[in-house]
Every structure is written in C-alpha cells, then in structure tokens.
C-alpha cells in the first residue's frame, strides 16, 4: 500500500470505530429515543458507504468511489442530528 491508500485506510477505520460506538451508546439509550431504528440505520448505511468506498479505494486503486464517500459522511451526519434531536426532545414522564 502507498502513503496515500494507508492513509485511507487509517481514517476509514477510525470512523468506523467511533460510529460503531456511538451506535452502541444509543442503543443503550432505547428507553429515551424514540427514533432508535432510524439513527442506527443512518449509522450502519454510513458505515457501509463511508468506509467501505474507503477500504475499497485503498486496496483497489477503485478512485472512482470517492464520489461515494460523502454520500456516507451525509448519513452520519444525519444520524448525528437524529440522535440529538431525540435527546433534546425526550421529556421526563
């Protein structure tokens, strides 16, 4: 592997790793979230979008998947604003 695919890789898994931990903490916050499936579904397309065009790219020379890229980055941020939506708008019983 180049500098450059290694570097792809690196960030591909670093992204994995806290996008995977963040759907395990809200997973452990199902009783506050009523909007649980949507969040881990944006978070597991994501994952499969951002990182896997990056594993791709980095093992393949595939560039042309870097247009695929962001089109994960967009579901973790969506998934992002679900989670903290919920959370704001959860109210004590």
């Known amino acids: 592997m180049d ?3 290694l570097s792809w890789w690196h960030t591909g898994s670093q992204y ?3 996008h ?4 395990l903490i809200a997973s452990s916050l199902f009783h506050y979230l009523p909007s649980l499936k949507t969040i881990l579904r944006f978070f597991f397309v994501g994952n499969i979008l951002f990182v896997g065009s990056l594993y791709i790219m ?6 042309i998947l870097g247009v695929v890229t962001p089109l994960g980055g967009t579901c973790y941020l969506i998934a992002w604003f679900y989670l903290g939506w ?6 004590k019983p």
Do not use: P, V
């Open 16 to 18: 994995l790793m806290y």
């Open 58 to 63: 980095s093992l393949t020379d595939f560039r």
């Open 3 to 5: 500098a450059n695919a």
């Open 20 to 23: 995977a931990l963040a759907g």
């Open 86 to 91: 919920s959370l704001w708008r959860f109210k």
